[in-house]
């Protein structure tokens, strides 16, 4: 088991995903996935894990320079937890490898569903322990994030292979995310 606290991918205490392997296959097609952005996320893995510090750098900087969304990491009151983003910050780097290299089986999809309820009411604060006054994300800044998670991804792919294939890791990454919202919208959503 890995050593980043709060981090339980595999475990056996985690609920079963409610989004079953049809849909995900289905959220697969919707989004354009081919074997072929699956070769290209496994290239751009190699690429991003060594970087996954600076770019969490660059989507820290990018919450932290907006007050309605750093309100997310705020502690009993009100401001910014550093300890909080701290923990957060070790299990998003994983997650920046884990997207690109675990297989879409159905331990992924558990974590999928937990990851999305640790951004719900339902488990935000939880896993680290924190009295926040955000008890939940919402639905509609999940969404939003796909284009600062994808966009500011281009520069650390840039240089890393020929043109036609920093496009494709990119078009991957960008394939991946807007998958990864859509199953976490599914706590959220009545007729998810
Ligand atoms: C596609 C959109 C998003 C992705 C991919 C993403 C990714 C992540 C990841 C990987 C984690 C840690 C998961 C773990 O515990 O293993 C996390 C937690 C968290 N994220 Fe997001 N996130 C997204 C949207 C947002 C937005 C819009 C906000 C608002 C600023 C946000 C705030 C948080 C907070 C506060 C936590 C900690 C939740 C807790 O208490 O456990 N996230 N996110």
Redesign the pocket.
């Known amino acids: 088991m890995s050593t980043i606290p709060?981090?339980?991918?595999g475990s056996e205490s985690l609920a079963p995903s409610p989004v079953s392997r049809d849909y995900l296959a289905r959220l697969e097609a919707a989004v354009l996935w081919t074997q072929d952005d699956a070769d290209a996320l496994r290239r751009a893995g190699e690429v991003l894990g060594p970087q996954a510090d600076r770019i969490l750098d660059v989507w820290y900087g990018f919450?932290g320079g907006h007050d309605f969304?750093?309100a997310?990491?705020a502690g009993a009151d009100g401001t910014a937890n550093p300890d909080?983003l701290t923990a957060?910050r070790a299990?998003?780097a994983?997650?920046i490898v884990d997207t690109c290299s675990r297989e879409r089986d159905q331990q992924w999809l558990d974590?999928q569903h937990?990851?999305a309820l640790?951004?719900t009411a339902a488990?935000?604060?939880?896993?680290?322990g924190?009295s926040?006054t955000?008890s939940e994300?919402?639905l509609r800044?999940?969404?939003?994030?796909?284009v600062p998670?994808t966009v500011t991804i281009r520069p650390f792919l840039a240089g890393q292979g020929a043109d036609d294939e920093v496009e494709a890791m990119y078009q991957a990454w960008f394939k991946s995310?807007t998958l990864?919202?859509a199953l976490?919208a599914e706590p959220y959503s009545p007729s998810w």
């Not at 488990?123 to 680290?128: A, G, I």
């Open positions: 709060g981090y339980t991918f919450v969304l750093i997310s990491f909080y957060v299990r998003f994983q997650w974590y937990e990851i640790r951004h488990k935000k604060n939880l896993t680290d924190v926040s955000a994300i919402h800044y999940i969404i939003a994030f796909i998670l995310v990864t919202a976490w």
